[in-house]
Nanobody, 115 residues
């Protein structure tokens, strides 16, 4: 059973930055397309960004384009989400998962953008 572990969240002021990490127990992520999602209370989980396993191509949801950067380290088998110019509306629990066939969801990492 794949267990995903997200980390790197925290409290940051508007305009600040955070770098989220995604790792999995039992395997490395280099062979999988991985997406980052976020969820706020009462709302559906939404896709934020994705990185392909084949050619490294990336996708960003419109609201994060130009501010977030997804990347992967195939040596470490991890996927990252660099978040810059954070806004209060980015506040959410962030999750990573295999795309398009998700495994069990991890605990996520809380990102709070507030002054």
């Amino acid at each position: 059973q794949v267990q995903l572990v997200e980390s790197g969240g925290g409290l940051v002021q508007p305009g600040g930055s955070l770098r989220l990490s995604c790792e999995a127990s039992g395997l490395t992520l280099d062979s999988y397309s991985i997406a980052w999602f976020r969820q706020t209370p009462g709302k559906e989980r939404e896709g934020v960004s994705c990185i392909s396993s084949t050619d490294g191509s990336t996708y960003y949801e419109d609201s994060v384009k130009g501010r977030f950067t997804i990347s992967r380290d195939n040596v470490k088998g991890a996927v990252y989400l660099q978040m810059d110019s954070l806004k209060p509306e980015d506040t959410a629990v962030y999750y990573c998962n295999n795309y398009p066939s998700p495994w069990s969801w991890g605990q996520g990492t809380q990102v709070t953008v507030s002054s």
